[in-house]
């Protein structure tokens, strides 16, 4: 079974500063790996994903994660954070095969930027 | 652009009462998903559709049903409403084939007394 783990519930930074944000996921195989973000009272957005080539994949807002399949990892990185990075980051893994694949999520990572 | 609408978005029930959430899309895909968020679970499947007709169980089902009577429409319903569903329900949808991508409703707070 897949699963997903975020080891950090809570991330704390100052703005300006960098960031990274762990997750490490269970698949046997190469898997689909997301990263979504969530502002408070709304819904799930894709932040980036990542389905082949290039392990470091960009996405919005200046985010990035890198696949390492060695190490089962896809951690979050952003060069320097805004406050309005604040939200609940929530990693997500899928399986390849037929592409009709659940996401399983991890426990999600809530981040608090401070001035 | 695409767009997934959940109904009612704040929903107080009581023990034992039967509760249907919601969820529409227009975006013409042919799976849908229901997941609750409760902290320190992040999001937990409890049931999807690969379309029209079609219910399959997720990783939480019981004490819940699904109905997909069109591509558009995917309800969630809890028969007998304990206060353990209180949670936040999430309604998505993704493509068939392809690579995965989920698009989120904004949520229903649930709240069973």
């Known amino acids: 079974a897949q699963s997903v783990t975020q080891p950090d519930a809570r991330v704390t930074v100052s703005e300006g500063a960098s960031l990274q944000l762990r997750c490490k996921y269970s698949y046997s195989g190469t898997p689909y790996l997301f990263w979504y973000v969530q502002y408070p009272r709304q819904g799930l957005q894709l932040l980036l994903k990542y389905y082949s080539g290039d392990p470091v994949v960009q996405g919005v807002n200046g985010f990035e994660a890198e696949f390492i399949k060695s190490n089962s990892s896809f951690h979050l990185r952003k060069a320097s954070v805004h406050w309005s990075d604040s939200a609940v980051y929530f990693c997500a893994v899928s399986g390849r095969a037929g592409g009709n694949n659940k996401l399983t999520f991890g426990q999600g990572t809530v981040l608090s930027v401070i001035p | 652009e695409a767009a997934v609408t959940q109904s009612p978005r704040n929903k107080v029930a009581v023990t034992g009462g039967k509760v249907t959430l919601s969820c529409n899309q227009t975006n013409n895909h042919n799976n849908m998903y229901w997941y609750r968020q409760d902290t320190g679970h992040g999001l937990r499947l409890i049931h999807y559709?690969?379309?029209?007709?079609?219910?399959e169980k997720g990783d939480i089902p019981d004490g819940y049903k699904a109905s997909r009577p069109s591509q558009e429409n995917f309800s969630l319903i809890l028969e007998l409403a304990t206060p353990s569903q209180t949670s936040v329900y999430f309604c998505?949808?993704?493509?068939?084939?392809?690579?995965?991508?989920?698009?989120f409703g904004a949520g229903t707070r649930l709240s069973v007394l």
């Open positions: 998505a949808s993704g493509e068939s084939g392809g690579e995965n991508t989920l698009y």
């Open positions: 559709s690969y379309g029209a007709g079609s219910t």
